[in-house]
């Protein structure tokens, strides 16, 4: 394992203490330093939008709603079966199937214009998201009723919910007594009221600032001024962390130990790792040549990962090897009895005897022909510029050449490839990432669901290579929905089975959250030692992790 890479075993943040003397992170209280924390993001100039619960709003893209609005509960997602930790709920307790949260708020809380949170603006955030279609990417369709009595809220759902509690930990909550009168959809969010620990100072479309809240419920952070950053690409940001002209952000940077490390390996880190997420090779079982499992299955034998991990991710993005996809440690304990110990290797001839098997044939150039007599060909795509993904193409398509498939790798335009080419299943196979999640359902529910599946030419939310197994729907469902063990245990047998022998997709590697920082103004964030949190900047746990820092001695 690189050292870049944390390690297992997560620290769980005293619940109330946030920022006070006595806190987990071991700051607040005293003077905020007058050093500048800069936070980079490669997102090009924003339009002058903090809505933060409007996709696409530069306060969501840069991350700075998440130091103004906080979130239910904070989860690490780099450990995502550990206990969630309590933040503007004092706790979150479920029924045994999943279809109701009673949440209880937590006292002395403000908003950041002295009006008291309460409970109401917790059930008014979740009722905001029930009404508007726009805003609930993470329920569509299942909240049912919503209440308030005291400073609890019940949230009903119409189906069970165990394998999506942390989306609901995670929601941003706002105030009712400013929501309530605003369209969410277009409100443009320009004073920022919010619990957190920063109030928006200045907005530039190239650069914000944020000041500390005076009133903020966790105490005083110890990071005097944010400073949010937008470059235009990937270069532009690498260029700032490597000068230090930002201190903290995430982009892909290949050969990062000498790209970036190396310029003050004293200060400079890099750090990643745990969760579900994976990148999968969707292959659209619609059309030739993956409308056969036969070829599928035989793709999957002479796709080499170790090759692609070491040489397109330059081991930030960590190797499969269980034949089951699950990024390990994170899945061990999901990994079915007869899979257990099971690991993807290259085998070039086992994958030409299957295909023999399946009736495909070689013609006098070595070509390989399907059973109806024509020559395999195929083309992998994925926009222009994402050189990890392209490399790995790359590395997939000589994998395939092995067999005497003919390959070719298409970069795309960007944004066809996120608003034609994925979701109308306009491709025979591309790279595209899962959800992460508490569990293994979203990265299969991703590839494999059912549910998910709508024809080709219709927008697909997931399941983008329309693969159809109600075995595997049914399963999911079960798993989804189940109260106990044994039944999501004999569920994931059924998926994984599914996922081994019809191959549906590839999952290529895992996606662990990775992100770069600078220890020369502050210390204290997400490290291989201390990996108590996702070390991006760009979610709920930006509250957790400014808790934590401490200005460099």
Same mark, same amino acid.
């Given at each position: 394992?690189?050292?870049?890479?944390?390690?297992?075993?997560?620290?769980?943040?005293?619940?109330?203490?946030?920022?006070?003397?006595?806190?987990?992170?071991?700051?607040?209280?005293?003077?905020?330093?007058?050093?500048?924390?800069?936070?980079?993001?490669?997102?090009?100039?924003?339009?002058?939008?903090?809505?933060?619960?409007?996709?696409?709003?530069?306060?969501?893209?840069?991350?700075?709603?998440?130091?103004?609005?906080?979130?239910?509960?904070?989860?690490?997602?780099?450990?995502?079966?550990?206990?969630?930790?309590?933040?503007?709920?004092?706790?979150?307790?479920?029924?045994?199937?999943?279809?109701?949260?009673?949440?209880?708020?937590?006292?002395?809380?403000?908003?950041?214009?002295?009006?008291?949170?309460?409970?109401?603006?917790?059930?008014?955030?979740?009722?905001?998201?029930?009404?508007?279609?726009?805003?609930?990417?993470?329920?569509?369709?299942?909240?049912?009723?919503?209440?308030?009595?005291?400073?609890?809220?019940?949230?009903?759902?119409?189906?069970?919910?165990?394998?999506?509690?942390?989306?609901?930990?995670?929601?941003?909550?706002?105030?009712?007594?400013?929501?309530?009168?605003?369209?969410?959809?277009?409100?443009?969010?320009?004073?920022?009221?919010?619990?957190?620990?920063?109030?928006?100072?200045?907005?530039?479309?190239?650069?914000?600032?944020?000041?500390?809240?005076?009133?903020?419920?966790?105490?005083?952070?110890?990071?005097?001024?944010?400073?949010?950053?937008?470059?235009?690409?990937?270069?532009?940001?690498?260029?700032?962390?490597?000068?230090?002209?930002?201190?903290?952000?995430?982009?892909?940077?290949?050969?990062?130990?000498?790209?970036?490390?190396?310029?003050?390996?004293?200060?400079?880190?890099?750090?990643?790792?745990?969760?579900?997420?994976?990148?999968?090779?969707?292959?659209?079982?619609?059309?030739?040549?993956?409308?056969?499992?036969?070829?599928?299955?035989?793709?999957?034998?002479?796709?080499?990962?170790?090759?692609?991990?070491?040489?397109?991710?330059?081991?930030?993005?960590?190797?499969?090897?269980?034949?089951?996809?699950?990024?390990?440690?994170?899945?061990?304990?999901?990994?079915?009895?007869? /899979?257990? @110990? $099971?690991?993807?290797?290259?085998?070039?001839?086992? &994958?030409? #005897?299957?295909?023999? *098997? !399946?009736?495909?044939?070689?013609?006098?150039?070595?070509?390989?022909?399907?059973?109806?007599?024509?020559?395999?060909?195929?083309?992998?795509?994925?926009?222009?510029?994402?050189?990890?993904?392209?490399?790995?193409?790359?590395?997939?398509?000589?994998?395939?050449?092995?067999?005497?498939?003919?390959?070719?790798?298409?970069?795309?335009?960007?944004?066809?490839?996120?608003?034609?080419?994925?979701?109308?299943?306009?491709?025979?196979?591309?790279?595209?990432?899962?959800?992460?999640?508490?569990?293994?359902?979203?990265?299969?529910?991703?590839?494999?669901?059912?549910?998910?599946?709508?024809?080709?030419?219709?927008?697909?939310?997931?399941?983008?290579?329309?693969?159809?197994?109600?075995?595997?729907?049914?399963?999911?469902?079960? /798993?989804? @929905? $189940?109260?106990?063990?044994?039944?999501?245990?004999? &569920?994931? #047998?059924?998926?994984? *089975? !599914?996922?081994?022998?019809?191959?549906?997709?590839?999952?290529?590697?895992?996606?662990?959250?990775?992100?770069?920082?600078?220890?020369?103004?502050?210390?204290?964030?997400?490290?291989?030692?201390?990996?108590?949190?996702?070390?991006?900047?760009?979610?709920?746990?930006?509250?957790?992790?400014?808790?934590?820092?401490?200005?460099?001695?």
């Amino acid at each position: 394992m690189r050292k870049s890479i944390l390690a297992a075993g997560a620290l769980v943040v005293a619940a109330g203490l946030a920022f006070t003397g006595c806190s987990a992170g071991g700051g607040g209280g005293g003077d905020a330093s007058n050093k500048v924390l800069t936070i980079g993001m490669p997102n090009g100039p924003q339009a002058p939008n903090q809505n933060p619960l409007a996709t696409g709003s530069a306060s969501l893209s840069l991350g700075y709603a998440y130091v103004v609005y906080e979130s239910l509960m904070q989860i690490n997602e780099l450990h995502p079966t550990d206990d969630p930790t309590p933040w503007l709920a004092e706790s979150v307790e479920w029924n045994d199937d999943s279809t109701q949260a009673i949440i209880t708020a937590r006292d002395g809380v403000k908003w950041s214009d002295g009006e008291d949170f309460t409970a109401d603006d917790i059930a008014f955030s979740i009722q905001l998201r029930k009404d508007t279609p726009e805003l609930n990417i993470d329920f569509p369709d299942q909240y049912g009723d919503i209440s308030v009595d005291g400073n609890q809220v019940t949230v009903d759902f119409t189906t069970s919910q165990y394998v999506n509690r942390d989306k609901l930990y995670k929601l941003l909550i706002v105030p009712e007594h400013i929501w309530a009168d605003v369209d969410p959809v277009q409100f443009t969010d320009d004073e920022m009221i919010g619990t957190g620990p920063y109030l928006l100072d200045q907005f530039t479309p190239q650069s914000v600032t944020m000041k500390p809240n005076p009133d903020y419920w966790g105490g005083q952070p110890k990071v005097g001024t944010l400073r949010y950053d937008t470059f235009n690409d990937n270069n532009g940001l690498t260029t700032a962390l490597t000068t230090g002209e930002a201190q903290w952000g995430w982009t892909f940077i290949p050969d990062y130990e000498n790209t970036f490390i190396a310029k003050d390996p004293e200060h400079f880190h890099q750090v990643a790792g745990g969760g579900f997420g994976v990148d999968v090779l969707y292959l659209n079982n619609e059309t030739k040549p993956f409308d056969d499992p036969a070829f599928r299955t035989a793709l999957n034998l002479v796709v080499d990962r170790a090759e692609i991990s070491e040489k397109a991710g330059y081991g930030v993005w960590p190797q499969i090897s269980s034949v089951t996809g699950l990024p390990q440690p994170s899945g061990d304990a999901y990994i079915a009895p007869e /899979f257990d @110990g $099971a690991e993807l290797e290259v085998d070039v001839d086992g &994958a030409k #005897q299957l295909l023999t *098997d !399946a009736g495909y044939t070689w013609d006098s150039s070595d070509k390989l022909v399907d059973p109806d007599g024509t020559a395999v060909t195929f083309t992998l795509t994925n926009p222009a510029g994402w050189s990890d993904y392209l490399s790995a193409l790359d590395i997939i398509k000589a994998g395939a050449e092995e067999l005497g498939a003919t390959a070719t790798v298409e970069p795309a335009v960007q944004d066809t490839w996120f608003n034609d080419i994925i979701p109308f299943g306009n491709f025979q196979a591309t790279l595209h990432w899962t959800d992460g999640g508490s569990t293994p359902w979203n990265l299969y529910s991703n590839i494999m669901d059912g549910a998910s599946y709508v024809p080709l030419g219709e927008t697909a939310n997931w399941n983008f290579g329309r693969y159809q197994n109600d075995a595997v729907t049914q399963a999911l469902a079960a /798993f989804k @929905g $189940a109260s106990d063990d044994a039944t999501r245990a004999e &569920a994931m #047998q059924v998926i994984q *089975d !599914a996922f081994v022998n019809d191959a549906p997709g590839l999952v290529i590697w895992s996606r662990p959250a990775v992100a770069q920082y600078s220890t020369v103004n502050y210390t204290g964030f997400p490290s291989e030692d201390d990996p108590y949190a996702n070390p991006q900047p760009t979610g709920p746990q930006a509250a957790l992790i400014l808790s934590k820092l401490e200005p460099t001695k």
